[in-house]
């Protein structure tokens, strides 16, 4: 079973720049996608990026393309999150997510770590 825990979320200014990680455990990733994605209050969730496993290909939602990148350490079995130039309308919860490269759908979620940016 797969198991993801978020880490690294905060306060920051705007402007600024944060790092959250994800954790994940319970398989071998390989042919798999890590997503992030957040949700701030009183919206709904939003895409903010995935990287494919086994390549390290990466895509990004249009809000956060160019500021925002997303790694891997293979050997940590951890995702990252480097979110650069940061917003007030970046504040949310951030969560990371997976899916195997045969499925469409995110269906392991982390708990989510919140990422306030204050103006």
């Known amino acids: 079973q797969v198991q993801l825990m978020e880490s690294g979320g905060g306060l920051v200014q705007a402007g600024g720049s944060l790092r959250v990680s994800c954790a994940a455990s319970?398989?071998?990733?390989?042919?798999?996608?890590m997503g992030w994605f957040r949700q701030a209050l009183g919206k709904e969730r939003e895409f903010v990026g995935q990287?494919?496993?086994?390549?390290?290909?990466?895509s990004y939602g249009d809000s956060v393309k160019g500021r925002f990148t997303i790694s891997r350490d293979s050997a940590k079995n951890t995702v990252y999150l480097q979110m650069n130039s940061l917003k007030p309308e970046d504040t949310a919860i951030y969560y990371c997510?997976?899916?195997?490269?045969?499925?469409?759908?995110?269906?392991?979620w982390g708990q989510g770590t919140q990422v306030t940016v204050s103006s």
């Open positions: 319970g398989r071998t990733f390989s042919g798999y996608y």
């Open positions: 990287i494919a496993w086994t390549s390290g290909r990466t």
């Open positions: 997510a997976a899916r195997h490269g045969s499925s469409t759908t995110y269906n392991s």
